[in-house]
């Protein structure tokens, strides 16, 4: 049940400095400035089941089949504390994004809950995802809860292929996967899929850090074990510094403020 009692876990508002450095393992910075990506898990750090708590109320996603979905533009402010910036739409432009049904368009979805967000540990997250890339002040950070569930095989990407997100910094958080086989993490190092890096099955906690700039990501298909079972999987994409100048020209006409990555 969603209610106040469930949020608990670091206090970002009286974290030291040195908290977010200490959230991730070392070896992932290490092996980010090496490979360009990193797996990890911060099941020690979150409440998953209380995340968990929040599926169930997930809308459908309008725009791709058999896919439910939530988003927040947020950032850190000049206090270094995470706040929501505000509405704006998702924006891919043609070369980041294969899928018809998502390419070149304008993506409106419902905001993600004011008790996610301002859980302690949704806090902690972000704020240390954020100094992990060193985004900065008024940089916005976008945050989806996105997955499917049903009984069909289906294409956890619906269509988009081996691609990345038009930004330099995403990482995929898997927050639920139950009853199915595949819908394994892809990474390549081209767009073609020749030179492939790593094949990961990601659990509920486990974390896929990406340098977006660098490399290509996909996922193969999903199948349901158990036929008389649903099945669901749903995972946390968190990104930022975008060099999509769709998504970057939406960012500025709704955030004039926000600080950009733009003319990279």
């Not at 911060?42 to 089941?49: A, G, K, M, S, Y």
């Not at 996105?146 to 990345?164: A, K, N, V, W, Y």
Request: hydrophobic share 40%; aromatic share 10%; net charge negative.
């Amino acid at each position: 049940m969603k209610q106040e009692s469930l949020k608990h876990g670091y206090d970002v508002t009286s974290m030291p400095f040195d908290f977010a450095r200490s959230y991730w393992h070392p070896a992932v910075h290490e092996e980010l400035s090496q490979q360009y990506w990193s797996v990890t898990n911060v099941r020690e750090q979150i409440d998953l089941p209380a995340w968990q708590g929040y599926l169930a109320d997930l809308p459908r996603d309008p725009y791709v089949n058999q896919r439910w979905k939530r988003m927040a533009w947020l950032t850190l402010n000049d206090r270094d504390e995470v706040e929501v910036m505000g509405e704006c739409p998702m924006a891919q432009g043609g070369m980041f994004n294969d899928a018809d049904s998502m390419a070149d368009v304008l993506r409106y979805y419902p905001s993600l809950e004011t008790s996610f967000v301002e859980r302690n540990d949704v806090k902690a997250f972000v704020k240390a995802w954020a100094k992990l890339w060193g985004i900065s002040a008024r940089e916005p950070i976008l945050m989806q809860i996105t997955g499917m569930r049903g009984s069909e095989p289906l294409d956890p990407l619906q269509g988009q292929g081996i691609h990345s997100d038009g930004c330099k910094y995403l990482s995929i958080m898997v927050v639920s996967r139950d009853n199915v086989s595949g819908a394994n993490s892809l990474l390549f190092a081209d767009k073609a899929g020749t030179r492939p890096l790593t094949k990961q099955v990601l659990t509920p906690g486990d974390v896929l850090h990406i340098r977006d700039d660098k490399l290509f990501h996909g996922a193969d298909g999903m199948t349901q074990d158990d036929r008389d079972k649903p099945y669901e999987r749903f995972i946390i994409i968190i990104n930022s510094r975008f060099v999509d100048a769709f998504q970057n020209k939406m960012l500025r006409r709704h955030f004039p403020d926000a600080v950009l990555n733009e003319g990279h």
